[in-house]
Nanobody
Framework: QVQLVESGGGSVQAGGSLRLSCAAS????????MGWFRQTPGKERECIAG???????WLTQSVKGRFTISRDNAKNTLYLQMNNLKPEDTAVYYC????????????????????WGQGTQVTVSS
């Protein structure tokens, strides 16, 4: 059974940092394409970061220069380092994974992913 468990969310003031973790079990993340999504009430879940099996990364424009996506294969864990957080970053953050097919394409749609974590709340106050 595949499980993704996010952790590291919380409440911070603007300008602060958080590191989200996504620990996988039942699946080897080094074989997968993975992503971080976020969602606010009334809005669709959006992809903010992607990481291919081969290490190619992508960040949505609003988080470039502030967020970093990475993976520790030995720990079978995906990370999202978030610096200089802003109130508009407040959301529930989800990690997701899918079997890698091309190893070069960054997948950004919710429907592209097969497995999801339960989400972790990030709240940034001004």
């Amino acid at each position: 059974q595949v499980q993704l468990v996010e952790s590291g969310g919380g409440s911070v003031q603007a300008g602060g940092s958080l590191r989200l973790s996504c620990a996988a079990s039942g699946r080897t993340v080094s074989n997968d394409d993975m992503g971080w999504f976020r969602q606010t009430p009334g809005k669709e879940r959006e992809c903010i970061a992607g990481l291919t099996r081969t290490g190619r990364t992508w960040l949505t424009q609003s988080v470039k220069g502030r967020f970093t996506i990475s993976r520790d294969n030995a720990k079978n864990t995906l990370y999202l380092q978030m610096n200089n957080l802003k109130p508009e970053d407040t959301a529930v953050y989800y990690c997701a994974t899918r079997n890698s097919v091309t190893s070069t394409v960054i997948y950004v749609r919710v429907d592209d992913y097969d497995y999801w974590g339960q989400g972790t709340q990030v709240t940034v106050s001004s």
